[in-house]
């Protein structure tokens, strides 16, 4: 339980280091705000047009008799948006990220930076596109994997009171571990820790993850939350990975020095 109260105080001490750092939060916006204008009209397009494809997918209901027809492609239509919208939820965090790469990669060095004893950030020491490259592919493997994880509890929520109740809640919990996942790894791949062992690092602390990312999934379920909340998740995703990897952090409530020369307290 201790590790499970950290992890939310992690997700805290990065809203808490972006508030302080206004310019950095500013920066971090940017491609939360690219990310949602593309799923936003990438969703207005389902709406619209959403229907038209279930009919074009399912001609042979066309000689169906009414009522039949409607409800069931309807049903079809209100289904595709809905997994449309879960895995919009699932991989906005990959997509920013990928998008997003350069600022948040700053943004997590200058944290590092902010309280690390010596001031110092770890470096991977790999040219700006062989990083794009690494994380464009792992961030593909999450999503595949996100993916999968989101087809199966959306096919549990038909399950009568079980598929209302326990699914919709494991589905928040899932969501958060694979949010966690791709916010931490923008520290880790600067520390040249390869996928598997990120996973296998964040599986041994379990409760600690999941105190981090299961209310911030909670939180990127309401509309436009996602994007104000990404630099500062990025922020304590960032500490958490210092801890994570045994790594000296200044306490709250030193003093330490941030990026600009400007002095802070913890």
């Not at 997700?11 to 949602?36: D, S």
């Not at 959306?154 to 209302?164: R, S």
Request: proline share 5%; glycine share 10%.
């Amino acid at each position: 339980m201790r590790d499970l109260g950290a992890g939310f105080r992690y997700l805290l001490k990065g809203q808490r280091w972006v508030a302080r750092h206004g310019k950095q939060y500013e920066f971090g916006l940017i491609p939360g705000l690219i990310t949602l204008a593309l799923y936003a009209a990438a969703l207005v397009a389902l709406a619209i047009w959403g229907e038209a494809f279930v009919a074009w997918s399912t001609p042979f209901a066309d000689d169906w008799s009414s009522p039949w027809q409607g409800l069931f492609r309807g049903f079809l239509t209100a289904v595709l948006f809905a997994l449309g919208l879960l895995l919009s939820v699932v991989t906005f965090t990959a997509v920013t990220l990928l998008i997003g790469q350069p600022f948040y990669e700053k943004l997590s060095e200058n944290v590092d930076r902010d309280v690390s004893p010596d001031g110092t950030a770890p470096e991977s020491g790999l040219p700006l596109w062989r990083e794009l490259w690494i994380s464009g592919r792992d961030s593909l493997r999450v999503v595949l994997r996100a993916a999968l994880w989101g087809v199966l509890l959306f096919a549990l929520g038909f399950i009568p009171v079980v598929g209302q109740t326990a699914v919709p809640v494991l589905g928040v919990v899932v969501t958060g571990f694979f949010l966690t996942e791709e916010l931490t790894a923008v520290a880790l791949q600067r520390r040249r820790v390869e996928l598997r062992d990120r996973l296998a690092l964040l599986r041994s602390r379990k409760t600690l993850v999941w105190g981090f990312g299961t209310p911030l999934a909670a939180a990127f379920l309401v509309p436009f939350v996602a994007v104000f909340l990404m630099p500062g998740a990025v922020a304590g995703a960032t500490l958490m990975a210092r801890e994570l990897m045994g790594e000296e952090t200044e306490e709250e409530g030193a003093e330490a020095t941030a990026p600009g020369g400007e002095t802070v307290s913890w």
